[in-house]
């Protein structure tokens, strides 16, 4: 009788997700790689403004934040769940930019203030 021993396979796995390191620079390999897109797709979102690299050329290598990791997914999620193409997507961002700013400025308004007696 030929008995082959089988590892022991735990009966739960987990999935450990890369935390990108709020204090570092990605290369474009590298945010392509920890996003899951092309190179490409990442050009295209640069291109359109959806995404902005801390350094690029001419002055060195594309450099992106933890940030623009989260657009990049977040970006990709609206294109493969939702099919929104670019341009939408772009003027969504651009909706919530100013948004942002029109909170910002009403929050400095209401501390100026003086409160009523």
Do not use: W
């Not at 990605?26 to 959806?50: E, P």
């Not at 690299?53 to 970006?75: K, R, S």
């Not at 772009?90 to 930019?97: A, G, N, P, S, T």
Request: hydrophobic residues 40%; glycine residues 4%; proline residues 6%.
């Amino acid at each position: 009788m030929n008995h082959q021993h089988e590892p022991e396979i735990p009966t739960t796995l987990s999935l450990v997700l890369f935390q990108p390191d709020s204090n570092v620079l990605y290369s474009l390999d590298a945010i392509a790689h920890i996003a899951g897109v092309s190179r490409r797709s990442i050009l295209i979102y640069c291109r359109a403004g959806l995404v902005r690299p801390v350094i690029q050329p001419p002055y060195g290598v594309m450099a992106f934040t933890v940030e623009e990791i989260h657009c990049v997914q977040q970006i990709e999620q609206m294109r493969s769940i939702y099919g929104i193409d670019v341009e939408l997507i772009k003027r969504m961002f651009d909706l919530i930019d100013e948004v942002e700013r029109q909170r910002a400025g009403a929050r400095y308004f209401a501390e100026r203030q003086e409160p009523c007696t």
